[in-house]
């Protein structure tokens, strides 16, 4: 079953303990991406990445890192979290052909800063 | 510069009416696609439509269907005869050149039996 996969689905933390986001596929996509979504902001893109050994700022990358070493892992590491960071996570893996495209999205990881 | 725009931030809608949800984007690419995903109360983020800015050829699927005019930016979304299980936020997108995504802030949908 093709599917993006997240963990941990929900965490607590304390403000400056470094965390770590995994975010894995299995369809062997090269393209994948990392969202933050906030009430009345939408989903805002973090970082994405374009093959492995690649990856780009997206909208709102302050505070983020993320790291592509292989094909179906694109893990979103918060060195010192802060409370303004909590949020919902969302990764998503893209698949792209001619004129068509598709993202998958993993289920959500719901993270609290306090 | 990007951005995608959903004034509608709620609606509410006795079942089996028809609802339009409205979806304004600005880009200065030529190229671009746009988007409609549903968020259900479970909280996951499901696919609807794609379409690329090539094609503005409407789309009708079931209940569902899209109206994509690039004169005046717009990729509407309308529901026909809605349904309780169609209570949900719906997120318009942009994807631009390089794979970056925008999303509009979503509206919430509200069906009442």
Known sequence: ?114 | AQKVTQAQTEISVVEKEDVTLDCVYETRDTTYYLFWYKQPPSGELVFLIRRNSFDEQNEISGRYSWNFQKSTSSFNFTITASQVVDSAVYFCALRVTGNQFYFGTGTSLTVIP
């Open chain 1, 1 to 114: 079953e093709a599917q993006v996969t997240q963990n941990p689905r929900y965490l607590i933390t304390v403000t400056g303990k470094k965390l770590t986001v995994t975010c894995s596929q299995n369809m062997n996509h090269e393209y994948m991406s990392w969202y933050r979504q906030d009430p009345g902001l939408g989903l805002r893109q973090i970082y994405y990445s374009m093959n492995v050994e690649v990856t780009d700022k997206g909208d709102v990358p302050e505070g983020y890192k993320v790291s592509r070493k292989e094909k179906r892992n694109f893990p979103l590491i918060l060195e010192s979290p802060s409370p303004n960071q909590t949020s919902l996570y969302f990764c998503a893996s893209i698949v792209s052909w001619g004129r068509g495209y598709e993202q998958y999205f993993g289920p959500g990881t719901r993270l609290t800063v306090t």
